[in-house]
């Protein structure tokens, strides 16, 4: 369905807000969540804030996939950027801490449809071969909100107040609103009517369980809840695959991931979740713990592996779109970011700041060159009226191998320098303000058993990679199709016949 150029401009302008939005209000909160909680008398369920968020945009996205291969994505789309701005006003609202979790559940929901139909959209109005430079422009939006979001949300907290954070969504939502409402067509429904409820019922339950159960696991009053979970998780995705083969209408059609192209690319982009987004959290603690440094200092190692993978993002996506060759950007993307990381598991202490910098800025690098670009390809690859449903998949396997893999790194630090601290130490007193206040000898001896306990995470994240650089080479060698509007394929370069994706 082509567009004009300028339609398309307004198009690409509305989807990045809102995608900026839905980004933007997951790292925002981070650095107000002590003064929310504070302000509602409830520290206890500060962590809930964040954890609601996230369950509810990751659990929804095949429901929301599903839907808009049903009712069509504009449809969708608009109804997420509504609920949003609504849970938006009320997240402010909220007199107590029960009620702000609430508004963030409606707000995590409609997120994952602003994110989910963004990419959907794209794909119904441009030519596979234009695909990959929207998708680069568009999923800038999230580096961008890491970069920012935690130093935004610190600036209007002391200056606003944080219910600042959530409001300031208002005026940029409505205005994209606006925007969305001229520029996005009417896309026709490209499923037949027909809801798996079975289907979309197990699967959310798997999840939910799942990620609760991730959650959980680290703490040991907690631990019998999360075994509970996880069997609660197995006995549901065991129910949910029974219920996708016999569905007429599947929320998660099975059959797609036959097709080499989509197979190879859901599981990169699994490698993304598990590889890096997983580690990003704990490099700060890494780095104050290893190097010395400051807590300021220490965000500069994030930020650069954030800057790699903005700059490859959307690089990788022009020159896609320009050539539309896509298969070397993942292979020569997942070697580096193999290679950078097993380079951390042999970095020694004591070396300067930029050591690590330079190599995470290589894997960031290596990262950003298939982010964006593997849902154009995926998208390419799969029929028309599977576009949501495979768009959410290779989301969803993104965001769980992020949370699963979050929780076991949080899980092996936390046991790996409790037993390496020296006897009758007490690993919970153990904080970079204690260890920078410290005599050298000691700064030294907790510098080793952190570099000790990282190495191999790097290792183990490093064999991730090296799993995707597999898949990549799995990947059909071709060229992205110009042809707008029919089922996108693959050419194969020596002119031979075209071929499916």
């Given at each position: 369905?082509p ?10 302008a ?6 900026f ?10 650095t ?5 909680a504070?302000?509602?008398?409830a520290?206890?369920q500060m962590?809930?804030?964040v954890v609601?968020y996230?369950l ?17 994505p504009?449809?969708?789309f ?6 949003f701005?609504?849970?938006s006003?009320?997240c ?7 009620l702000l979790?609430?508004a963030r559940?409606?707000q995590?929901?409609s997120?994952a449809g602003l994110q ?10 441009t ?9 680069a422009?568009?999923?800038?939006a ?7 979001g ?7 907290a ?10 300031v969504?208002?005026p940029?939502g409505?205005?994209?609103l ?6 996005i ?16 019922v ?5 999840l939910v ?6 959650s959980w696991?680290?703490?040991p009053?907690?631990?019998t ?6 069997g ?6 065991a ?11 599947p929320?998660v ?6 097709n080499?192209?989509?197979a190879a ?5 699994a490698?993304?979740g598990?590889g890096?987004f ?11 713990m290893?190097y ?6 220490s965000?500069?190692?994030?930020i ?5 993978m903005l700059?490859?993002n959307l690089?990788?996506?022009?020159l ?7 298969r070397?950007y993942p292979?020569?993307?997942t070697?580096?970011g ?7 598991s ?10 690590p910098m ?5 894997v960031?690098?290596?990262?950003g ?5 593997i849902v ?7 029929p028309?009226?599977a576009?949501g449903a495979?768009t959410?998949?290779?989301n969803?396997v ?5 949370t ?5 790194i949080g ?7 409790a ?9 919970a007193?153990?904080t970079p ?17 952190y ?6 995470i790097?290792i183990?994240?490093?064999?991730a ?6 898949a ?7 060229r992205l ?6 089922i996108?394929?693959v ?5 031979e016949?075209?071929?499916r994706a």
């Amino acid at each position: 369905m082509p567009l004009s150029p300028l339609r398309l401009r307004l198009l690409v302008a509305s989807l990045l807000t809102v995608s900026f939005l839905g980004a933007l209000d997951h790292t925002v909160v981070s650095t107000s969540l002590a003064t929310i909680a504070g302000d509602l008398g409830a520290l206890e369920q500060m962590g809930w804030v964040v954890v609601s968020y996230t369950l509810a945009s990751t659990v929804l996205l095949p429901v929301l996939g599903k839907l808009g291969d049903i009712v069509g994505p504009r449809a969708v789309f608009l109804s997420s950027l509504v609920l949003f701005l609504i849970a938006s006003l009320a997240c402010g609202f909220a007199p107590n801490m029960g009620l702000l979790i609430v508004a963030r559940v409606f707000q995590g929901m409609s997120s994952a449809g602003l994110q989910l139909m963004s990419q959907t959209i794209i794909a119904q109005v441009t030519s596979p071969r234009a695909r990959p430079k929207y998708m680069a422009i568009i999923g800038a939006a999230f580096p961008v909100a890491i970069l920012i979001g935690p130093l935004l949300g610190g600036i209007i907290a002391d200056n606003w107040g944080w219910q600042w954070v959530f409001w300031v969504n208002l005026p940029v939502g409505v205005a994209a609103l606006v925007f969305a409402l001229v520029a996005i067509p009417s896309i026709p429904r490209a499923s037949a009517p027909g809801f798996d409820v079975l289907g979309s019922v197990t699967f959310t339950a798997a999840l939910v369980a799942l990620v609760l159960g991730v959650s959980w696991v680290a703490d040991p009053e907690l631990l019998t809840s999360a075994l509970s979970a996880f069997g609660i998780a197995l006995a549901a995705f065991a129910l949910f695959f029974w219920a996708e083969v016999r569905a007429a209408n599947p929320v998660v059609p099975l059959h797609i991931f036959k097709n080499r192209t989509v197979a190879a690319g859901t599981a990169l982009s699994a490698i993304i979740g598990v590889g890096l987004f997983s580690i990003t959290a704990y490099l700060p603690t890494y780095v104050q713990m290893a190097y010395s440094t400051t807590a300021t200092v220490s965000g500069l190692v994030p930020i650069a592996t954030v800057m790699g993978m903005l700059v490859s993002n959307l690089l990788t996506g022009f020159l896609a779109s320009r050539s539309g060759r896509y298969r070397v950007y993942p292979i020569v993307g997942t070697a580096l970011g193999a290679v950078g990381l097993l380079i951390m598991s042999m970095l020694p202490v004591g070396l300067p700041l930029w050591a690590p910098m330079v190599v995470m800025f290589a894997v960031g690098l290596g990262t950003g060159s298939f982010m964006s670009l593997i849902v154009a390809v995926v998208q390419s690859a799969a029929p028309k009226n599977a576009t949501g449903a495979v768009t959410a998949s290779v989301n969803i396997v993104r965001q769980v191998g992020s949370t699963v893999t979050t929780a076991i790194i949080g899980g092996v630090i936390g046991a790996g320098v409790a037993a390496m601290l020296p006897i009758g130490f007490d690993a919970a007193s153990l904080t970079p303000q204690l260890v920078h206040g410290s005599d050298a000898a000691f700064q030294a001896t907790v510098a080793q058993i952190y570099r000790d306990v990282f190495a191999p995470i790097f290792i183990g994240l490093s064999a991730a990679y090296a799993v995707g650089f597999v898949a990549a080479l799995l990947l059909p060698p071709g060229r992205l199709s110009n042809e707008t509007g029919s089922i996108p394929v693959v050419v194969e370069p020596q002119n031979e016949p075209a071929s499916r994706a």
